[in-house]
């Protein structure tokens, strides 16, 4: 089970850092990712860790996103800086392996303008 947090009301220009924890799965063994879906729109990935180390962006969020993950602690994390109102969104983490995606709640991002 993954618990999202981090989520809340900030102006354009600011920033958030997201965090999901995840529980009866071990972050080592799955590629960890963020992903966003804004109302009418589906569901798209923001930022991938993959389990060999490679790290993707959505191009509209590189240079201002940046994931991290901790298998320790199993925890991944996005900073997000500079946001943007166009980045208001729910934000979902997502631990897959395999063919198996796990995902968590969500938690909402709005960037007021």
């Known amino acids: 089970q993954l618990q999202a947090s981090g989520g809340g009301l900030v102006q354009a220009g600011g920033s958030l850092t997201l965090s999901c924890k995840g529980a009866?799965?071990?972050?080592?063994?799955?590629?960890m990712g963020w992903y966003r879906q804004a109302p009418g729109e589906q569901r798209v990935l923001v930022a991938k860790h993959s389990l060999g180390g490679t790290i993707t962006y959505a191009d509209s969020v590189k240079g201002r996103f940046t994931i991290s993950r901790d298998n320790y602690e199993n925890t991944v994390s996005l900073q997000m800086n500079n946001l943007k109102p166009e980045d208001t969104a729910v934000y979902y983490c997502?631990?897959?392996?395999?063919?198996?995606?796990?995902w968590g709640k969500g938690t909402q991002v709005t960037v007021s303008s």
């Open positions: 009866g799965i071990l972050f080592m063994r799955y590629s």
């Open positions: 997502n631990a897959y392996l395999s063919g198996i995606n796990h």
